[in-house]
Structure formats: structure tokens, C-alpha cells
């Protein structure tokens, strides 16, 4: 019964390759986002989406792909890795939209390695 | 640029005792001030949250203090326990956009 899910949970890759991190949740929630962890644990917003659709779009470089099939699956989809690019990434949601107080959900987190 | 700076980084208590993270903000805007409470290989979760039209809030052991006129605000965790030890953010959101902006994180650990 798992809220949030996200897969694989580790990933380790080579530089140059392209890969993608799933995202389900099951709370029936309208918004889900992506954030990044960096080494040092700071959390930084990547994408919001809000019933499919992309309502926020941090400073991210193109590279970056969300893609969100449905209201309760956001995917991220990563082209030409980079070494920069290792952290964790969360996908989180919550149940109204992101301009109305509501708590965010994560998931368990996707440890990206790129060596 | 950020937004809301965190202390201490790091934080070591005894069990029974308090432990206190700060955190100060400089964006006036900010009206909504969640906690989140992450364990190690674990996504943060909401521990507590407070909205600046009260100084304070209490749940358990979990007490946020607020003061608007200082833009500041804090987490007390009382007789701390093994089981909090974990990394603690703070955040602060406001109306526009409540998708909230975290601290850099307190890793406490609290020994037995």
C-alpha cells in the first residue's frame, strides 16, 4: 500500500547514456513534482506538474524530461548524463495544487550514480 | 540565493535532552512553515507546520516557535529520543507558488 513509489531505487550509469526514473502514487493526488537531492542533502524543485499538465519548471537544463502520462504517474527522463547529475531524486505529491497550503508526499527516492 | 538558512548543520544530543534547530527567512511573503523529518535511504515527511498567525505550535514532543518581527523560527524536540535521530528541514512557502523552499537540512543524532 504504498503512497508514493518510484523505480529503480539505485541506478548507476556512464556518462553520455540516457535513462528514466518512474513514478507512481496512489493517493489519488493532483499535483506531483520532482526534486533533487544533492550530496551535501539540499533539496531543490525540479518540476511540478498539476492534472498532466506542467505548471512549474525550475531552472533545469533541457536535458531534463518530465513526462506524465496520467494524473497519478510523473516520470523524469534524463538525456546525455552527466557527472553532475548524481543525487537522489524524489518524486513527491500532493493533494491540491501548489498555490494552496498542502503537505508534499515523497517517494523512497532514486539514488542516481553517474560514474 | 537562499532563502532560508538553517542551523546548525549538525546537532548531537543526549537522550532526555532538548534539541533546537533555527531557521531564519528573508522573504516577507512567506506565510506557511512545514517541517519535514527525513530518515537515512528514506523520503522526507511533514513532522509539523505553522502558519505566522501564531507563535507556536505543539504536537508530542514537537514544538515549532515562530517569530515574525525577527523573520525566524524554530524546532524543539523535547527528551529526545534514539528514534529522532534523522535530518531535519525546514521550509517556508507562500501564497503565488506553495511549493515550499527547504533549509540545507540538520542531521541530529541522538545518543542513547
Known amino acids: 500500500d504504498t503512497a508514493v513509489s518510484q523505480t529503480p531505487k539505485y541506478l548507476v550509469t556512464q556518462m553520455g547514456n540516457d535513462k528514466s526514473i518512474k513514478c507512481e502514487q496512489n493517493?489519488?493526488?493532483?499535483?506531483m513534482y520532482w526534486y533533487k537531492q544533492d550530496s551535501k542533502k539540499f533539496l531543490k524543485i525540479m518540476f511540478s506538474y498539476n492534472n498532466k499538465e506542467l505548471i512549474i519548471n525550475e531552472t533545469v537544463p533541457n536535458r531534463f524530461s518530465p513526462k506524465s502520462p496520467d494524473k497519478a504517474h510523473l516520470n523524469l527522463h534524463i538525456n546525455s548524463l552527466e557527472l553532475g547529475d548524481s543525487a537522489v531524486y524524489f518524486c513527491?505529491?500532493?493533494?491540491?495544487?501548489?498555490?494552496?497550503?498542502?503537505?508534499?508526499?515523497f517517494g523512497p527516492g532514486t539514488r542516481l550514480t553517474v560514474l | 540565493q537562499q532563502q532560508v538558512k538553517q542551523s546548525p548543520q549538525s546537532l548531537i544530543v543526549q537522550k532526555g535532552g532538548i534539541s533546537i534547530i533555527n531557521c531564519a527567512y528573508e522573504n516577507t511573503a512567506f506565510d506557511y512553515f512545514p517541517w519535514y523529518q527525513q530518515f537515512p535511504g528514506k523520503g522526507p515527511a511533514l513532522l509539523i507546520a505553522i502558519r505566522p498567525d501564531v507563535s507556536e505550535k505543539k504536537e508530542g514532543r514537537f514544538t515549532i516557535s515562530f517569530n515574525k518581527s525577527a523573520k525566524q523560527f524554530s524546532l524543539h524536540i523535547m527528551d529526545s529520543q534514539p528514534g529522532d535521530s534523522a535530518t531535519y528541514f525546514c521550509a517556508a512557502s507562500s501564497g503565488g507558488s506553495y511549493i515550499p523552499t527547504f533549509g540545507r537540512g540538520t542531521s541530529l543524532i541522538v545518543h542513547p
Open positions: 513527491a505529491s500532493s493533494p491540491l495544487s501548489p498555490w494552496a497550503y498542502n503537505e508534499q508526499f
Open positions: 493517493l489519488g493526488h493532483d499535483t
